[in-house]
Structures are given as C-alpha cells and as structure tokens.
C-alpha cells in the first residue's frame, strides 16, 4: 500500500467554481500534511500545509484533514485558469512521501 | 531569500558519460532532498541529508548514483556511468521545521 494516494484526474472545473482535491494516507499517526501545486514544466510549489490539529484557509485555498477516514482535502474556491495545474500531497514522516499528483484543468 | 539553486538547468550528455548536478540549498535549512521526476514513475525521492550527513538513501536506484554534501551550503548527485532510462528531471529541495521547498530542477537528457 502506497503512503499517500491520489486521483490522477484530470478534474475539471467551470472558472468560479470550487475545485476539490483530495487524498488518502496510509499511517494513522501521519502528523503534517502539505499541498503542492506543480505548473507544467516546472518545479512544485508549497501552496499549503496543515498539522493534525486543525485545518486551515489561506485566501481562496483551504486545506481540510479528516482524521479518521485518513484523508486530506484542498479546497480552492472562485477557481481561476491560472490554478491549472498539478495539485500533489504530500506526508512528511521525517522523509516526505509524495501522491502522484491530481491534475486540475480550470475552464473559462 | 534566493531559493534552492540548482545547476545545470539542462543537461545532455551521451551514454556512459560522468554526470554532476549540483544544489545550493536555502541558507538555515538542515534537510537537503534529491528526487527524480518522470512522466511514468512520478516523483521519487532519491536520498536525504540531515545536518550534511546522509540519513536515507533507499531511494537510489542503483551504484551508479552517489551523492554528497560536504557542507551545509551544497550538495552535488553524481551518475556514473549515464544511462537513457536515467533521463528525467532532477530536483534538489531542503526544508526546515518541517516544511520543504524545492529549486528549479535539472532537465538530464542521456542519448
């Protein structure tokens, strides 16, 4: 079993509608939880991050954890075409363990 | 702050050829990370420095990888000899209390 799972998508999304991403992790005691944004030949770029202790909102993006199913949410609301892109998760266990990323196309 | 910098930006080189990729990671920063990036395999994360010293290097796939950081200030991955199936894009990353950045990656094309 993968640490951390991802839809490859893509998804896609009407310009002004809430883009949802989600992912699963494996290890129950998973502490710190990041999201990745990845443009198309380029590097990825932390866009959030969110502890065991609570979620968090960051202008448009919110990041949700649910603990006891094991997964983890981004929430990226009046989406724009600018946020097409490769969304990853990530599970920083000492080492970082990254999904295979989910892939948002944001249509005008 | 500057960022991780990586150098070279693009590599080519022909098979059996020495390889050097080197990174600069963000000043402060006490992990270093060096991952491989590739259409089918995704990002795979190669080997990790704690403080300069090697902590993980499970992910490397085979001798002909080595990698070291001598100091807190840079780190060089180092394939000898190349192969195709070594073609992808490298990334260095460090972070510090727990969140990770990465720098610009290196496109290594073997022929």
């Known amino acids: 079993q993968k640490e951390v799972e991802q839809n490859s998508g893509p998804l896609s999304v009407p310009e002004g509608a809430i883009a949802s991403l989600n992912c699963t992790y494996s290890?129950?005691?998973?502490?710190?939880f990041f999201w990745y944004r990845q443009y198309s030949g380029k590097s990825p770029e932390l866009i959030m991050f969110?502890?065991?202790?609570g979620d968090k909102e960051d202008g448009r993006f919110t990041a949700q954890l649910n603990k006891a199913s094991q997964y983890v949410s981004l929430l990226i609301r009046d989406s724009q075409p600018s946020d097409s892109a490769t969304y990853l998760c990530a599970v920083n266990k000492g080492k970082f363990y990254f999904g295979s990323g989910t892939k948002l196309n944001v249509k005008p | 702050d500057a960022g991780v910098i990586q150098s070279p930006r693009h590599e080519v080189t022909e098979m059996g050829q020495e390889v050097t990729l080197r990174c600069k990671p963000i000043s402060g920063h006490d992990y270093l990370f060096w991952y491989r990036q590739t259409m089918m395999r995704g990002l795979e994360l190669l080997i990790y420095?704690?403080?300069?010293?090697?902590?993980?290097d499970s992910g490397m796939p085979e001798d002909r990888f080595s990698a070291k950081m001598p100091n807190a200030s840079f780190s060089t991955l180092k394939i000898q000899p190349s192969e195709p199936r070594d073609s992808a894009v490298y990334f260095c990353?460090?972070?510090?209390?727990?969140?990770?950045?990465f720098g610009p990656g290196t496109r290594l094309t073997v022929t």
């Open positions: 420095f704690n403080n300069n010293v090697p902590i993980d």
């Open positions: 969110i502890y065991s202790n």
């Open positions: 290890d129950r005691g998973s502490q710190s």
């Open positions: 990353a460090s972070s510090f209390q727990g969140k990770q950045y």
